[in-house]
């Protein structure tokens, strides 16, 4: 009597203690496991020596079963089993003649997957089959199913494929991520962590951990009243805030990379790489507004969601080791659950962190002593070689003379005298918004008939040979002719350094700003072997794009000295190389002081999405003229822009820069010529 009250008494505090399933919920955290991770660590257990049958029967000469070949499949729904197999069962027969049966074909096996406690992934056989070499039904069965049964069950049914270490690193990266002033609610949730009803589906198997959580917790949090823009002081902790998501995102690429040959795959992440750090910069530059939600999370949740198909769509290559497989599947299954649980469960608090994203990037690299996070300026030497950057040139000490021009082309249009009196100096063109020591832009001119594409490239007339216009067919000339190639560019005027020109220097400026620009750009298509067309449309493109970006300036004066000219955005000197988006790829202090790696980093980034999205652009539409805009509208946005300017719903900004580089491209192409005073091409 005493025992049965003290059980009921028990009984009564399990009651009031437990939660009531009416005030709670659960949230199921997916675990996939691709169908190639299982089939390799099943032959690997099955068949250690693949280019030979496994034995798992031998007695004498004729009494065996051999198995080779062991294959998982999941076909409609359900996981299967297969193998091939020669079975043999025989004796002496009075020591005279063998009396032998034998069986040579195939053994199909209808499985159903549990987790057991100890969270080993195991096979139950529900039914099975044998075949003939042919694949019909062999006439003589019976003792090969008995050695089936006696050899091969056993052996399938024992076999674990281990979920303990997924399942930890899970556990380890939430806990990481979780409020550090309360952390019982997640502690009290991963308490209740169990194994839902495993599924499949075509690329796997679906295991659903489930967590049990107070049902106020999955109410999504009230969001924050409505912020003013945030001051250069609020934007400027915001970018420390996002270093760790940007030192995480390089890391991770580094290392999907060298796993990953396929250059399809080096060119996606590159674009997420890029893409990433453009949606920074939009909210560093107030075109994107800082919500209530938490930014960074939100960065993280989109770059997420790109880079996850790709690390997908290359796991099941056969070029890359079970071992590489299996950490790729915990990454993505310990960043999935971090998300799920974020999305599900809003009121336990989790957050992505420095110490979750550094949790996270270590299940790819498990053994290094790097800190996934560091964050330098430096120049990256392994990341520009993994995406296949030219080597840096080292700066030299001796300065080189750019190549002469023939004399007949300076002489023909000699220079207009300038006015005596020295016009006041404007500010480049510049679209993020304005600070104190950067003038408004000057106005866009309106639309007109000749903004719109031409169907062919502008004719040849004598009318439009102007020097600059014979600077670039003469260049174009060099690319394709037999000579030597151009001289490595170099600051080769050092007059260049800390130069702003006042108005009797603007024609000299100019003209060797005319002469870098040109250069660099005869290198990028003698390197990237274009096709002539786009080889002039390419050299056209660049003048415009220096005009635009900084009005052909690599410095600017504020309070009696000389700076470099810099955006509100991060874009510095004559091509506006932005040190957001090109951390790692470039010298940013040599960006800063040296006109001519300058313009040679702007030639190298812009000539890439020439080819990667101009050229492809040009050719969908019909018109190659086009390769310019949408490698503009690239350089000016990132990858996801190159195709705005085709847009309706593209914004005013947008549109309003993208008809405006369009429009000095059309000049330069029409042999028009660069008015440093107005920034504009006459």
Same mark, same amino acid.
């Given at each position: 009597?005493?025992?049965?009250?003290?059980?009921?008494?028990?009984?009564?505090?399990?009651?009031?203690?437990?939660?009531?399933?009416?005030?709670?919920?659960?949230?199921?955290?997916?675990?996939?496991?691709?169908?190639?991770?299982?089939?390799?660590?099943?032959?690997?257990?099955?068949?250690?020596?693949?280019?030979?049958?496994?034995?798992?029967?031998?007695?004498?000469?004729?009494?065996?079963?051999?198995?080779?070949?062991?294959?998982?499949?999941?076909?409609?729904?359900?996981?299967?089993?297969?193998?091939?197999?020669?079975?043999?069962?025989?004796?002496?027969?009075?020591?005279?003649?063998?009396?032998?049966?034998?069986?040579?074909?195939?053994?199909?096996?209808?499985?159903?997957?549990?987790?057991?406690?100890?969270?080993?992934?195991?096979?139950?056989?529900?039914?099975?089959?044998?075949?003939?070499?042919?694949?019909?039904?062999?006439?003589?069965?019976?003792?090969?199913?008995?050695?089936?049964?006696?050899?091969?069950?056993?052996?399938?049914?024992?076999?674990?494929?281990?979920?303990?270490?997924?399942?930890?690193?899970?556990?380890?990266?939430?806990?990481?991520?979780?409020?550090?002033?309360?952390?019982?609610?997640?502690?009290?949730?991963?308490?209740?962590?169990?194994?839902?009803?495993?599924?499949?589906?075509?690329?796997?198997?679906?295991?659903?951990?489930?967590?049990?959580?107070?049902?106020?917790?999955?109410?999504?949090?009230?969001?924050?009243?409505?912020?003013?823009?945030?001051?250069?002081?609020?934007?400027?902790?915001?970018?420390?805030?996002?270093?760790?998501?940007?030192?995480?995102?390089?890391?991770?690429? *580094?290392?999907?990379?060298?796993?990953?040959?396929?250059?399809?795959?080096?060119?996606?992440?590159?674009?997420?790489?890029?893409?990433?750090?453009?949606?920074?910069?939009?909210?560093?530059?107030?075109?994107?507004?800082?919500?209530?939600?938490?930014?960074?999370?939100?960065?993280?949740?989109?770059?997420?969601?790109?880079?996850?198909?790709?690390?997908?769509?290359?796991?099941?290559?056969?070029?890359?080791?079970?071992?590489?497989?299996?950490?790729?599947?915990?990454?993505?299954?310990?960043?999935?659950?971090?998300?799920?649980?974020?999305?599900?469960?809003?009121?336990?608090?989790?957050?992505?962190?420095?110490?979750?994203?550094?949790?996270?990037?270590?299940?790819?690299?498990?053994?290094?002593?790097?800190?996934?996070?560091?964050?330098?300026?430096?120049?990256?030497?392994?990341?520009?070689?993994?995406?296949?950057?030219?080597?840096?040139?080292?700066?030299?000490?001796?300065?080189?003379?750019?190549?002469?021009?023939?004399?007949?082309?300076?002489?023909?249009?000699?220079?207009?005298?300038?006015?005596?009196?020295?016009?006041?100096?404007?500010?480049?063109?510049?679209?993020?918004?304005?600070?104190?020591?950067?003038?408004?832009?000057?106005?866009?001119?309106?639309?007109?008939?000749?903004?719109?594409?031409?169907?062919?490239?502008?004719?040849?007339?004598?009318?439009?040979?102007?020097?600059?216009?014979?600077?670039?067919?003469?260049?174009?000339?060099?690319?394709?002719?037999?000579?030597?190639?151009?001289?490595?560019?170099?600051?080769?005027?050092?007059?260049?350094?800390?130069?702003?020109?006042?108005?009797?220097?603007?024609?000299?400026? *100019?003209?060797?700003?005319?002469?870098?620009?040109?250069?660099?750009?005869?290198?990028?298509?003698?390197?990237?072997?274009?096709?002539?067309?786009?080889?002039?449309?390419?050299?056209?493109?660049?003048?415009?794009?220096?005009?635009?970006?900084?009005?052909?300036?690599?410095?600017?004066?504020?309070?009696?000295?000389?700076?470099?000219?810099?955006?509100?955005?991060?874009?510095?000197?004559?091509?506006?190389?932005?040190?957001?988006?090109?951390?790692?790829?470039?010298?940013?202090?040599?960006?800063?002081?040296?006109?001519?790696?300058?313009?040679?980093?702007?030639?190298?980034?812009?000539?890439?999405?020439?080819?990667?999205?101009?050229?492809?652009?040009? *050719?969908?539409?019909?018109?190659?003229?086009?390769?310019?805009?949408?490698?503009?509208?690239?350089?000016?946005?990132?990858?996801?822009?190159?195709?705005?300017?085709?847009?309706?719903?593209?914004?005013?900004?947008?549109?309003?820069?993208?008809?405006?580089?369009?429009?000095?491209?059309?000049?330069?192409?029409?042999?028009?010529?660069?008015?440093?005073?107005?920034?504009?091409?006459?």
């Amino acid at each position: 009597m005493q025992r049965l009250i003290q059980s009921f008494l028990l009984l009564c505090i399990l009651i009031t203690t437990a939660p009531s399933p009416a005030n709670a919920a659960t949230v199921e955290l997916p675990l996939f496991l691709r169908t190639q991770i299982l089939q390799n660590a099943l032959v690997e257990s099955l068949t250690p020596q693949p280019d030979r049958p496994t034995v798992l029967f031998q007695e004498g000469s004729y009494n065996y079963l051999h198995i080779s070949e062991p294959q998982l499949s999941i076909r409609d729904g359900q996981p299967y089993f297969s193998c091939n197999a020669t079975a043999g069962m025989g004796f002496d027969s009075l020591g005279l003649l063998p009396s032998v049966v034998k069986w040579s074909g195939s053994i199909l096996m209808r499985l159903n997957f549990y987790v057991d406690p100890q969270w080993q992934l195991r096979y139950r056989i529900i039914d099975s089959a044998i075949y003939n070499e042919k694949g019909g039904k062999p006439v003589v069965t019976g003792f090969a199913w008995e050695l089936c049964k006696r050899f091969l069950h056993p052996r399938l049914e024992q076999y674990a494929f281990d979920l303990a270490m997924p399942q930890k690193e899970i556990m380890i990266l939430l806990r990481a991520c979780a409020s550090p002033t309360d952390t019982a609610p997640l502690e009290a949730a991963l308490n209740t962590l169990t194994v839902g009803t495993l599924r499949t589906n075509a690329d796997g198997l679906i295991v659903p951990l489930l967590l049990t959580v107070a049902d106020t917790q999955t109410q999504t949090v009230a969001p924050l009243p409505a912020q003013a823009p945030l001051g250069f002081e609020e934007l400027e902790k915001l970018q420390h805030v996002f270093e760790p998501l940007d030192a995480f995102m390089v890391f991770v690429i *580094k290392s999907l990379s060298g796993n990953m040959g396929n250059s399809l795959h080096q060119e996606q992440l590159f674009d997420l790489l890029i893409t990433s750090r453009y949606q920074l910069l939009m909210i560093l530059t107030g075109q994107t507004p800082v919500e209530a939600e938490d930014p960074l999370r939100l960065l993280f949740i989109d770059a997420w969601q790109q880079l996850r198909p790709i690390i997908e769509s290359s796991s099941g290559e056969n070029g890359l080791m079970q071992k590489q497989l299996l950490r790729f599947m915990t990454f993505i299954n310990a960043g999935d659950a971090l998300l799920a649980l974020d999305a599900a469960a809003p009121g336990l608090g989790i957050h992505v962190t420095s110490n979750g994203l550094r949790r996270l990037a270590r299940m790819l690299q498990p053994g290094t002593g790097e800190d996934p996070l560091r964050f330098d300026w430096q120049i990256d030497p392994a990341l520009r070689d993994l995406f296949q950057f030219q080597p840096e040139e080292p700066e030299q000490k001796t300065q080189e003379a750019l190549p002469e021009l023939p004399p007949e082309l300076l002489q023909q249009n000699p220079p207009a005298e300038l006015p005596a009196e020295p016009p006041q100096q404007k500010t480049p063109v510049e679209f993020p918004p304005e600070t104190p020591q950067q003038k408004p832009p000057a106005e866009f001119p309106p639309e007109t008939p000749q903004q719109k594409p031409p169907a062919e490239f502008p004719p040849e007339t004598p009318q439009s040979s102007t020097t600059g216009r014979r600077l670039l067919d003469f260049l174009v000339g060099v690319a394709y002719a037999t000579e030597p190639p151009a001289p490595a560019l170099t600051n080769s005027n050092k007059r260049l350094d800390n130069w702003i020109p006042s108005s009797d220097e603007l024609d000299e400026y *100019k003209q060797i700003i005319e002469k870098l620009l040109a250069t660099s750009a005869l290198r990028q298509v003698k390197k990237a072997n274009l096709d002539p067309r786009y080889a002039t449309i390419y050299q056209h493109l660049i003048p415009a794009t220096a005009m635009i970006e900084s009005c052909w300036q690599q410095f600017t004066r504020k309070d009696d000295k000389i700076i470099t000219l810099r955006s509100p955005a991060g874009g510095i000197g004559i091509m506006q190389i932005n040190q957001h988006v090109w951390r790692g790829f470039y010298d940013i202090e040599r960006l800063q002081r040296d006109v001519t790696y300058n313009i040679q980093a702007g030639n190298q980034i812009m000539m890439r999405y020439f080819q990667q999205y101009g050229i492809q652009i040009a *050719k969908e539409k019909n018109n190659p003229h086009l390769a310019a805009r949408a490698a503009y509208a690239t350089y000016n946005a990132g990858p996801r822009a190159s195709r705005r300017f085709l847009k309706a719903e593209a914004s005013v900004r947008q549109k309003r820069v993208d008809e405006h580089l369009w429009d000095l491209y059309q000049k330069v192409s029409a042999g028009g010529s660069a008015d440093l005073q107005n920034c504009s091409i006459l």
